[in-house]
């Protein structure tokens, strides 16, 4: 079973940059990690996911519209972390950031939810104006 862990979150200024961490288990066979956010009232939704697999799309990469150019996926294969770098942050990126994985194989819509089977407590991110 994978097991997630994510740390990192923190209050900022409109602005400002906070990188948040999501450590997994040893000796997962995850294909594709990801960061999802919810805010108080509204639904969860995909913010940015990488492809962790061991195969050809190894390192591919979707974001939300809202933090093209602003937020970085990225993957540590020898520490099997994954990372968020935000980076111009928004009052309106304030939420609960979850860490999520998928396991199964083939294609899916990257940035939905109920396509990941695992799941971390979450890490507050808090953006101030």
């Known amino acids: 079973q994978v097991q997630l862990v994510e740390s990192g979150g923190g209050s900022v200024q409109a602005g400002g940059s906070l990188r948040l961490s999501c450590a997994a288990s040893e000796y997962t066979a995850q294909s594709w990690m990801g960061w999802f956010r919810q805010a108080p009232g509204k639904e969860r939704e995909g913010v940015a996911v990488i492809c962790t697999g061991r195969v050809l799309g190894r390192g591919a990469t979707y974001y939300v519209d809202s933090v093209k150019g602003r937020f970085t996926v990225s993957h540590d294969n020898a520490k099997n972390t994954m990372y968020l770098q935000m980076n111009s942050l928004k009052p309106e990126d304030t939420a609960m950031y979850y860490c999520?994985?998928?396991?199964?194989?083939?294609?899916?819509?990257?940035?939905?939810?109920?396509?990941?089977?695992?799941w971390g407590q979450g890490t507050q991110v808090t953006v101030s104006s």
């Open positions: 999520a994985a998928r396991v199964r194989g083939g294609s899916f819509s990257y940035l939905q939810p109920s396509s990941y089977d695992y």
